[in-house]
């Protein structure tokens, strides 16, 4: 079983701000994946990672494989960013997911 | 563009009795999953189906679950005998490649269900 944690739990933001999203995780993993959770409820795979960090528009997410860690920023928050955040990790061929973090980006 | 449907939007059941969710991957997808979301509780890894065969399933999928994917389209979730814990919204999803190595999950929109 893998141990993972998000933080924030809730993060309010103003429109423009910098945001970071960290997730940790108890045992070593295969690939660590970055979901978005609409408040309709719908989930979209925003990053899948193995190593190092990737980048999509205003999204940034990185990984450090030996402290067992991974960050999501979004640069420029804009209110359509609202939404839950969640990291899942892939263990031993399953998912482990942490419990988000619900983020509201305020005009 | 492409997308996971899932089928129905939102079920009401009585405990006691079988349910069936549907979903239909994205149709050059190979790697299928379902998962669950208790509300307020974070989303949980139910199965993996693989070459018309699960290949991984956690500790909440016991018996009373089963997958089948019975017309090379659908992929099915049932649930023998609802209990009112299985309320949750179930997810559907699928990949092109083993998860773990390259692949990026396409979900759909989920399928609530209400066990009374």
């Known amino acids: 079983k893998n141990e993972v944690e998000q933080s924030p739990q809730n993060l309010t933001a103003q429109e423009g701000e910098f945001i970071t999203i960290n997730c940790s995780y108890s045992?070593?993993?295969?690939?660590l994946h970055w979901l978005q959770q609409h408040p309709g409820g719908g989930i979209v795979s925003l990053f899948m990672?193995?190593?190092g960090k990737k980048k999509h528009g205003r999204l940034i997410a990185t990984i450090n494989i030996q402290e067992k860690h991974s960050s999501l920023h979004i640069t420029a928050s804009h209110p359509r960013d609202s939404a839950v955040y969640i990291c899942?990790?892939?263990?031993?061929?399953?998912?482990?997911f942490g419990t988000g973090t619900s983020l509201t980006v305020i005009p | 563009e492409p997308e996971v449907t899932q089928t129905p939007s939102h079920q009401v059941t009585q405990m006691g009795q079988e349910v069936i969710l549907r979903c239909v991957p994205i149709?050059?997808?190979?790697?299928f999953y379902w998962y669950r979301q208790i509300l307020g509780q974070k989303v949980e890894f139910l199965v993996s189906?693989?070459?018309?065969?699960?290949?991984?399933k956690s500790e909440i999928f016991d018996d009373q679950f089963s997958v089948e994917r019975p017309d090379g389209s659908n992929f099915t979730l049932k649930i023998r005998s609802t209990k009112l814990e299985d309320s949750a919204m179930y997810f559907c999803?699928?990949?092109?490649?083993?998860?773990?190595?390259?692949?990026?999950?396409?979900f759909g929109e989920g399928s609530r269900l209400t066990v009374l």
């Open positions: 999803a699928s990949s092109d490649s083993i998860v773990f190595r390259t692949g990026e999950l396409f």
């Open positions: 045992v070593g993993i295969s690939a």
């Open positions: 990672l193995s190593s």
């Open positions: 899942a990790v892939v263990f031993g061929n399953q998912f482990y």
């Open positions: 149709s050059n997808h190979l790697y």
């Open positions: 189906f693989y070459n018309n065969e699960i290949s991984e």
